[in-house]
């Protein structure tokens, strides 16, 4: 086996050792849910499978935006070189859609979805969301066979996101010209009027596991267990994070190898692994201004509702 990719991460041994979510952490992890028999699935397995394995791990990656790619190749290479398969689903957006990542992610077996927020590009008009739908899968059906489906929850819409400082000027510059930056649908809602199978897709995460039997953990905000500020990806199960006792990626690893962990859907974002000291700390301070955001947003729209 190549372990290149595996090994090629930071070597600081204060960053590897002592820090959580740092591509090194997730290295550890992958070893550690190999180790532990259970048996790693895309989504498109996971739904076309006969009889389903005793025990199993769903891995998914949310490409969001352009600091995923680089990360999500790294990844990609990776789980190639471990012996295992995932998908990653990617936005349609211009930042994101990048035909040759696809194209070389794919290559190494994983799968690809399509990571949709149509619903709020139409700004809640369903008869045009569900043509964006449509055009959006030609465009990745040209790369590569699309199965499943995952909708994106991120609060913002134009590609944008809070990933650089640069970023943060543009969402300001947006609002002060008064362009709608806000996506507050949720575009899976997009299935209560159609069906994605018309359109050949067998799934959707949040649609077609039934999360009261598997267990769902999320990185979302570099986090296992701050749900505060998730405003869409929010899962009510009772296989509530609480009864594993998970606060950080060290956590898992530990259920794991106790073989406690049974039937698990763990989403990952590529960029939240980080594989330098200088990137994690900047995260962190982005971070702050993210969960500033989203406490704003948070209120108001409290406000609204109750207006
Ligand atoms: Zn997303």
């Known amino acids: 086996m190549n372990m290149n990719k595996i090994n090629s991460v930071n070597s600081n041994l204060f960053f590897d050792t002592k820090l959580d979510f740092t591509y090194f952490k997730y290295i550890k992890f992958c070893q550690a849910l190999i180790d532990s028999g259970l048996k790693i699935l895309t989504l498109k397995d996971y739904l076309s499978m006969n009889e389903l394995p005793e025990k199993f791990a769903i891995i998914r990656h ?3 935006d352009e600091s995923d790619l680089a990360y999500a190749m790294k990844m990609a290479e990776a789980e190639y070189e471990l012996g295992f398969k995932t998908t990653y689903y990617f936005r349609s957006n211009e930042k994101v859609f990048n035909v040759d990542y696809i194209k070389r992610i794919s290559g190494f077996g994983h799968e690809i979805g399509y990571h949709y927020e149509v619903l709020g590009e139409a700004d809640g008009d369903f008869e045009e969301a569900i043509k964006l739908f449509e055009s959006n899968l030609d465009k990745f059906r040209k790369i590569c066979e699309i199965k499943t489906i995952a909708q994106h929850g991120g609060p913002l819409k134009n590609g944008l996101n809070v990933i650089s400082f640069s970023n943060v000027l543009e969402i300001i510059m947006q609002t002060l010209r008064g362009q709608r930056i806000f996506d507050n649908w949720e575009s899976k809602e997009l299935w209560k009027r159609y069906d994605f199978k018309t359109y050949g897709i067998i799934g959707e995460p949040y649609l077609s596991l039934n999360f009261d039997e598997i267990m769902y953990l999320s990185d979302t905000n570099r986090s296992w267990v701050d749900t505060r500020y998730r405003i869409k990806d929010k899962i009510q199960s009772r296989r509530a994070i ?14 794991l190898k106790s073989g406690r962990l049974r039937k698990v859907h763990i989403l990952i974002h590529p960029s939240n692994w980080k594989d330098n000291f200088s990137d994690w700390t900047k995260w962190l301070l982005l971070q702050q201004i993210r969960t500033i955001g989203k406490r704003v947003l948070i209120i108001f ?3 609204k509702l109750n207006s």
């Not at 609480?242 to 259920?255: M, P």
């Open 301 to 303: 729209w409290k406000a």
């Open 242 to 255: 609480g009864v594993y006792n998970i606060k950080c990626t060290e956590d898992i690893i530990q259920e």
């Open 62 to 64: 949310d490409i969001d």
